[in-house]
Structures are given as C-alpha cells and as structure tokens.
C-alpha cells in the first residue's frame, strides 16, 4: 500500500511557476513508475508527465513539454513537478499517481493522491 500526499498548489499569475511535490509512504517508492495527473472542471484527468522508477525515463504531455519538468528523489519518497510559464489553461487540480510498470494511462495508475489545486491567472 502507497499512500500520497500532494503540496505546493496555489494562485499564480500567468507566466509565473510553482513547483508541486508528491510525498510518499511505504518502503517500495522506488520501485513505482510516478505521474502527475490533472483534472480541470468538465474535463476528463489526463496525464502531464510521468516518471520511470530510476528517473531515467520521463514523458510529458504535448501541452506542457518545454514548461514542466517532472522528478524524483527516491532517499526522500518525494515526486516533484516543476511547472514553469503557466497559462490560465493550466488551471486544474493536479493528481499524484504511482503505478508498477512504464506507463502512464489513469486507469492504469494503482495509487492516487487527492489532488492539489492549482490556479492560474490572466
């Protein structure tokens, strides 16, 4: 079992950063492939970018590609994402998500956090 706790959420102007970190319990963390989901009002959750367990592998979503960066400290259990020149389309609640395997479909996600929220303004 994996629990998940997202921080670092908040209200930024557009063009500005946050960076939002996963914290992780359970002694396998390493072994878990690590995505940040979002999920904006009426839309379906989508993945932004997911990481592989040794940091080696990463994927990002097409709209955020050049903007956020996705990593991963495994002596502290914690998944970070650095989201850089945000837009108002941006605005979501954000997801942590662990999973076996290199993959990132929600569905597949094994353990999920409760989201925080982000806000971008114009």
């Known amino acids: 079992q994996v629990q998940l706790v997202e921080s670092g959420g908040g209200l930024v102007q557009a063009g500005g950063s946050l960076k939002l970190s996963c914290a992780a319990s359970g002694r396998t963390f390493s072994s878990y492939t690590m995505g940040w989901f979002r999920q904006a009002p009426g839309k379906e959750r989508e993945c932004v970018a997911a990481i592989s367990w040794s940091g080696g592998n990463t994927y990002y979503a097409a709209s955020v590609k050049g903007r956020f960066t996705i990593s991963r400290d495994n002596a502290k259990n914690t998944v970070y994402l650095q989201m850089n020149s945000l837009k108002p389309e941006d605005t979501a609640v954000y997801y942590c998500?662990?999973?076996?395997?290199?993959?990132?479909?929600?569905?597949?996600?094994?353990?999920w956090g409760k989201g925080t929220l982000v806000t971008v303004s114009s």
């Open positions: 998500a662990a999973t076996y395997g290199w993959h990132w479909s929600p569905d597949g996600m094994a353990y």
